[in-house]
């Protein structure tokens, strides 16, 4: 059988696994399991993509892209050197690097794939999902909410029944999932969520705390700088990580910014009582989420069995108290919550195969969808009434149907408006899509109509209209009505990514850092000594940055020192100061990588 791909397309990390000789295996390289989601074009304008873009963005934050997962389904663009990239085609080169990751670990081609998205998603954002698959070169034969996944993962298939909560608070999207479990049968009972409510929120709360207490120490506001800024949001997400294991950090950044012309440098201790000061607004929303996933359920907290953690953002501490207050259940985290999403989604592919590789999967709709009609509306007569015809928390795949009848004698064609939400007045609800059944027979108003709604296991939604005198029909299907990616523009968007990744393959030497760290161009009169030293500094740099991020405080501040000292030793393009301060480095990440 042909490998189904098991992708994780996180906002701030993507993961990739696939199951190899019968077991699930997160297919890592160099040591790593997590890829950054984040793109850039270094100084020549070559693609980079994962560990080198994101050290990348904190000295050029101009060419380089984070986040993009929050952009999906809409229609803002984003400016990556002079081309002008949409949300998918910047996802499609994360796919198509994790896809080049599993083809190189498994030793052959793979081009089929499940990729998640949060359980809150809508039909724009699935859509988008799946055409950034499509341009990365993969058959998606399944789109699955990220916390359905991560039941799957947790192999929760014994005979007796279980119920769980999988709480998935990642980088930039929460949700939260009710989840039965009996017989090899996984069933989401409820989901519900808030696709802008992450770590990413943490972290811009925390940038500005900083913010401004550096600038009434220094009378200097590093949020106005582009690379000040992005210095800054990089050391206090690295703060935050480890806020989780220590109560009191310390910020340390030399060289931040310049004023007067002398060099300003951020020092500033963290404790982790003032972080949760900050974010506890943010986390009690996430708890309002958990009490209507419970309700949608018909469940209390007495009712579940086990409450699991997914996402990065999950590990804060103050999630564990929060819950278990809220909850009094007990805490999962049997398998990484930063894996567990792209791990049940391998599953899921070898599902679709066949496999016996864990339960069946019964998911469901998390929005409500149904047509604009003319009807009663606060009392009134109104044609912005939301009639529903599949209703959120229904189990896929599901098709309902209604009738509805023409308004005017003689009228020659409906037009059907599609929306998703939850309010009985459409204009409050998201608008998906659009479509019209003309050339209707010429008869008195009240002419039967029948729209009928498919929603398949992807969360793909068929509409299909039907006059029922004549049997005249139009049908529509989400996927394609609002695609931003119609065939005219696909090869368009195909050959620009294609174009980046053929930049980035010319077999010319680069550093992942970029000029300012000191690379040598070919035209500065050096010894070939001395350039393969500053670009084995400049790997090194790449790789201890790594390493930080799950470092303990000490090691954490130690690496950052001598980091520091040895861009110095590579802006001063001497071999021998470059040898004297790599040696330590090398040295420290030699021992934490063994660790």
């Known amino acids: 059988m042909d490998t189904i791909l098991g992708i994780d397309l996180g906002t701030t990390n993507s993961v990739v696994a696939a199951i190899r000789d019968g077991k699930v295996e997160v297919l890592e390289e160099d040591g790593q399991k997590l890829m950054p989601s984040v793109v850039g074009l270094d100084a020549e304008g070559r693609l980079l993509v994962g560990a080198a873009a994101q050290n990348q963005w904190v000295l050029a934050p101009d060419r380089t892209v ?9 229609d803002e663009t984003v400016q990556l050197g002079d081309q002008t990239y949409t949300p998918q085609e910047i996802s499609a080169m994360i796919l198509r690097t994790l896809k080049e990751r599993a083809a190189r670990q498994l030793g052959t081609p793979v081009n089929r794939a499940v990729i998640t998205v949060p359980a809150f998603f809508n039909e724009q954002q699935r859509v988008a999902t799946r055409e950034a698959g499509e341009l990365a070169g993969l058959d998606v034969v399944r789109i699955v909410n990220e916390p359905t996944a991560a039941s799957l993962a ?12 999988v709480y998935d608070l990642g980088g930039g999207t929460f949700d939260v999932s009710i989840v039965q479990v009996e017989a090899g049968v996984v069933e989401v009972l409820s989901s519900h969520g808030d696709t802008h409510l992450g770590g990413d929120d943490f972290d811009q709360l925390l940038a500005e705390h900083v913010g401004e207490r550096f600038q009434a120490e220094h009378n200097f506001d590093l949020r106005e700088s582009m690379v000040s800024r992005s210095r800054l949001l990089r050391a206090v997400e690295a703060a935050k990580i480890r806020l989780s294991s220590y109560a009191l950090v310390t910020i340390e950044e030399e060289f931040i910014a310049e004023k007067d012309g002398l060099p300003l440098h951020l020092k500033m201790e963290l404790n982790r009582g003032d972080y949760e000061a900050l974010i506890e607004p943010l986390l009690s929303k996430t708890l309002v989420c958990v009490d209507e996933a419970l309700s949608d359920a018909g469940l209390t907290a007495d009712n579940i069995d086990h409450v699991i953690l997914v996402g990065g953002a999950s590990r804060t501490p103050m999630v564990y108290q929060l819950l278990s207050q809220q909850l009094g259940q007990p805490i999962h985290t049997e398998v990484d919550p930063d894996l567990c999403v792209a791990v049940g989604a391998a599953i899921r592919g070898g599902l679709v195969e066949g496999m016996d590789v864990g339960p069946i999967l019964v998911d469901i709709t998390p929005h409500t969808l149904g047509i604009r009609c003319r009807g009663s509306l606060y009392g009134f007569d109104s044609s912005y009434m939301f009639a529903s015809l599949i209703n959120r928390n229904t189990p896929l795949p599901v098709s309902r149907s209604e009738i509805f009848q023409t308004q005017m004698d003689g009228q020659e064609g409906v037009t059907i408006t599609v929306f998703q939400g939850e309010n009985e007045d459409v204009r409050h609800n998201d608008r998906i899509g659009e479509f019209a059944l003309d050339g209707l027979a010429d008869v008195d108003e ?27 029909e139009n ?20 050959a620009r990514i294609d174009a980046a990744f053929a930049a980035d393959e010319e077999p010319e030497a680069r550093s992942p850092l970029d000029e300012p760290l000191g690379t040598v161009t070919d035209a500065e009169p050096v010894s070939a000594e001395l350039k393969q030293a500053m670009t084995t500094a400049n790997d090194l740099l790449e ?53």
Request: charged share 35%.
């Open 66 to 74: 984070r986040s993009i997962k929050r952009l999906m389904g809409s």
């Open 154 to 165: 947790y192999n929760a298939s014994r005979d007796e029944l279980e119920r769980l909560l």
């Open 446 to 472: 009240g002419n039967p109509i029948l729209v009928r709604f498919d929603l398949d296991l992807d969360g793909i939604l068929k509409i299909t209209v039907t006059e029922t005198a004549t049997s005249l």
């Open 475 to 494: 049908a529509l299907t989400i996927e394609n009505a609002d695609s931003r990616f119609r065939e005219d523009r696909r090869d368009e968007a195909q």
């Open 543 to 595: 790789k201890s940055a790594r390493l930080e991020v799950d470092a303990n405080s000490q090691d954490a501040e130690e690496i950052r020192q001598l980091a520091s000292q040895l861009r110095t030793a590579i802006d001063s393009k001497s071999l021998e100061e470059i040898e004297e301060a790599a040696a330590p480095l090398s040295d420290l990440a030699f021992y934490l990588q063994d660790v």
